[in-house]
């Protein structure tokens, strides 16, 4: 490596762009983007998994803090990490343009003078045949398998395999292309999540999410104007595994909202699109509907109540909140599609599709504590303020009394969680890829090398391959019979 | 046929190809133990009389993978589907696909001393797969019925194979780079294995000819997750380690090709690249937490 220059400003911005350039730089920045990338992939990521962030602040809250510090929670979207791919990016630019203009420079150039010594070339031999015919008889040879010529009085330079550097040069575009794609992506897309019960409509205004994610120049108001109603669900289980075998969702759709709605159905590797955005079957669950009633019987609650899903039978735990009712009422809960017991596990479910299913309630009074201002969780209940009141296991029907009041199972309803994606830039993403692969299939395979032919008092024939990839010694020896072949 | 019958044919045969393999590992064991005659005398040797043996070896070889085919087109008949749904499934066809490398570079390399490394590798995975992580023959999870699963599967399994051969010649190299450093000589047993250029040029060129398709398994897979999980990328950690092996390889085209790297540092290199590989397979599927770890391996 050169030492530094003197403090010229200009001499070491320019000395800095040629080691940031240089192929030693590009290549200790793609091995450390490699490393960089571990530490993502064994802590937990916010992005992919909140409640495992959450629980390692719980369980470990002073490494937590380090790590937090250092962005090991976000290692995809840190500082570290935008750091190292865009120097990367920089790097490879620098190094990609100039030689795509080399290139294209190039493109109809004859090639490089012949060497004045073809003996220090590769494949080099004297070939026993009359001087004066041997280089048209090489040019013809040449021409016919395509070769640039460059045709002196007394030798011919033929060049073949640009296309090498066509490749190589598409490949590493590409991934910039493929860059743009992401950074599109991010800016300009965005993405939510919805839980709509079977029966209801989703119309897709930024209120209709559980949550809602837009790029730094997406508006709220960019939404694409559907509306969507759920009109039935069917999963399909495995009888011998309880594992799924099939999810499909029928909707009605409105395009806009208002229109006369078309059939349609999602699934999970068949997602329902409109222009850029697309909406993704991405969860299922059940709903249990309860009616509760006051002591002197009037309703104060009613409806489907969404349950979280806790295993692949589908136990799903959930949380019926009554808070119109003085003290206030909590019923903390699971539901279970196919009721079993059993000594160790207790109450447990046996099938993931409903066929005897069963409401456990405990029942909660006292401050449910929603008027704190701090948001809670729609599936837990927060009893620390509220005293136990009673517990049960409803049937189908059902109808429990406890000393406030009374609830009753009335029945079910499965709920979908449906994603909602707008990607702006997949596109420059997926061409970047397609244009990556062509480029990089050229560059592997597309033979670059040379052939010289002098004429002297001998004729001298040598190549060179680039890389030393193999295949020009027979091609060489191929156009050495065919210049012996004509001596006759 | 059954379904049963199909899954338990598919196990014959997966059982049936062990033994061959077996086989197959001590006919080049003896070709390479035996094939010197006077060990005294270390400027006499006689390879002719093991020459049967490593024949034999080759055969076995060859024998156990179309057995190790036949346990794979079973195992895909048994679930009206392509073979690729869970880890066992996986191991067997990796196991294929890495006696199917071997296989097309004897045939193309002359490379039957591999034959001993590549014979124990692929019983051993074998083993595991059997033992460990069979699974009886289930039909797919829904997240997993898509024309692409053939697609990304088999490209990432075809390429897991040549990586891991690749890494085979590269640990040849640097074992028999240990004995030669410093002017040494060869022990007895590697007399036969080509020179360390030829050893160098070899895990490159399976490298180069197989990370293409690597680069098309990832892109497939980006393809596939943007159909059903709604994005292309998401640095889950399978997606992540598979970026790392690309990197990884990368890294070590551009060091051979435009730095000129050669030898012993190229052969780390590359062993470090597909030991990414090997833990990107390994530990995602086992403790790794994300999407591509699906219920019961």
């Not at chain 1, 493929?178 to 209801?200: M, N, P, R, T, Y």
């Not at chain 2, 047993?189 to 050893?199: G, N």
């Amino acid at each position: 490596m050169s030492s530094i220059p003197d403090l010229d400003s200009k001499a070491s911005l320019r000395w800095m762009w040629r080691q940031l350039t240089s192929m030693r730089t590009a290549l200790i920045l793609l091995l450390l983007l490699g490393v960089a990338a571990i530490p993502g992939s064994l802590i937990p990521q916010r992005t992919q998994n909140p409640m495992k962030v959450q629980a390692y602040f719980t369980d470990n809250p002073a490494l937590a803090q380090w790590f937090d510090r250092f962005k090991l929670f976000d290692v995809y979207s840190s500082p570290w990490f935008s750091a190292i791919y865009l120097l990367l990016f920089i790097s490879l630019i620098g190094c990609v343009l100039p030689r795509t203009i080399e290139h294209l420079k190039a493109i109809g150039a004859k090639p490089p003078l012949t060497p004045k010594y073809l003996a220090k070339m590769e494949f080099y031999s004297v070939i026993n045949t009359q001087n004066t015919t041997a280089l048209d008889l090489a040019e013809t040879w040449l021409k016919k398998r395509h070769f640039r010529i460059r045709r002196d009085s007394d030798s011919i330079s033929a060049e073949k395999g640009y296309l090498r550097e066509t490749g190589n040069l598409l490949f590493h575009l590409s991934l910039i292309l493929i860059l743009v794609g992401v950074g599109v992506g991010s800016l300009f897309g965005l993405k939510g999540e919805a839980i709509v019960s079977v029966g209801d409509r989703f119309i897709n205004t930024p209120t209709s999410y559980d949550n809602l994610g837009f790029g730094k120049f997406q508006s709220a108001n960019s939404l694409a104007p559907f509306a969507l109603t759920v009109t039935d669900f069917k999963a399909s289980y495995d009888i011998k595994t309880n594992a799924p075998t099939d999810y499909k969702l029928a909707v009605a759709v409105a395009n806009p909202v208002g229109a006369k709605p078309i059939e349609k159905v999602i699934r999970v590797n068949a997602p329902l699109t409109f222009g850029n955005t697309k909406v993704y079957l991405q969860a299922n669950g059940y709903s249990p509907m309860v009616t509760v009633r006051d002591l002197s019987g009037n309703i104060t609650f009613q409806g489907a109540v969404v349950f979280l899903p806790q295993d692949g039978n589908l136990t799903s735990i959930g949380a019926i909140k009554v808070p119109d009712m003085q003290p206030q009422l909590g019923f903390v809960s699971s539901f279970i599609p196919t009721f079993d017991r059993s000594p160790t596990r207790g109450a447990f479910s046996a099938y993931p599709e409903v066929l005897d299913p069963r409401l456990l309630v405990s029942v909660w009074t006292g401050n449910l504590g929603l008027d704190n201002g701090r948001p809670q969780s729609v599936y837990r209940i927060d009893t620390s303020k509220m005293q136990r009141i009673g517990l049960k296991t409803l049937k189908l029907g059902e109808k429990y009394n406890f000393s406030e009041g009374s609830i009753t199972f009335e029945g079910w309803k499965p709920w979908v969680n449906l994603q909602i994606v707008d990607d702006p830039g997949k596109m420059y993403s997926l061409f970047g890829a397609i244009f990556a692969i062509l480029g990089l299939l050229i560059s592997l395979f597309a033979r670059q090398r040379r052939i010289w032919i002098k004429v002297g008092n001998s004729v001298e024939v040598a190549g060179l391959a680039k890389n030393s990839i193999p295949g020009l010694e027979p091609e060489i020896a191929e156009l050495k019979t065919a210049l012996e072949g004509s001596k006759q | 046929m059954t379904s049963t019958n199909f899954a338990y044919l598919s196990n014959y045969c997966i059982y049936s190809a062990m033994v061959l393999f077996t086989i197959a590992f001590f006919s080049h064991a003896v070709e390479v133990s035996f094939s010197v005659r006077n060990v005294d005398v270390k400027t006499q040797f006689d390879f002719s009389r093991t020459k049967k043996s490593g024949r034999l070896g080759s055969a076995m070889m060859i024998l156990g993978f179309a057995f190790l085919f036949a346990g794979v087109i079973f195992r895909g008949a048994s679930a009206h589907r392509v073979p690729w749904g869970n880890m066992y499934e996986f191991s067997i066809t990796g196991a294929l696909a890495f006696t199917g490398a071997y296989l097309f570079a004897l045939w193309k390399y002359k490379i039957r001393w591999l034959g001993l490394p590549v014979s124990i590798a692929v019983l051993l995975t074998l083993g595991t797969a059997i033992t460990v992580l069979y699974r009886p023959s289930a039909p797919l999870v829904p997240a997993l019925k898509s024309t692409w699963l053939a697609i990304h599967v088999s490209a990432a399994i075809i390429s897991g194979g040549v990586f891991l051969l690749a890494n085979c010649v590269a640990a040849t190299y640097l074992i028999l780079d240990r004995y030669e450093r410093d002017g040494g000589a060869r022990p007895n047993w590697a007399l036969k294995l080509p020179s360390l250029e030829v050893l160098d040029q070899l895990s490159y060129r399976l490298v180069a000819f197989v990370f293409p398709l690597w680069t098309f398994a990832v892109i497939a897979g980006a393809i596939w997750a943007e159909s059903a999980w709604g994005r292309y990328w998401g640095w889950d950690p399978k997606e992540t380690w598979a970026f790392i092996t690309w990197v990884a390889y990368a890294a070590y085209l551009h060091a051979r090709v435009t730095i000129g790297w050669r030898g012993r540092k190229a052969a780390w290199l590359c062993l470090f690249a597909g030991s990414t590989f090997l833990f990107n397979y390994v530990y995602v599927n086992i403790w790794g937490t994300g999407r591509h770890t699906y219920s019961g391996l």
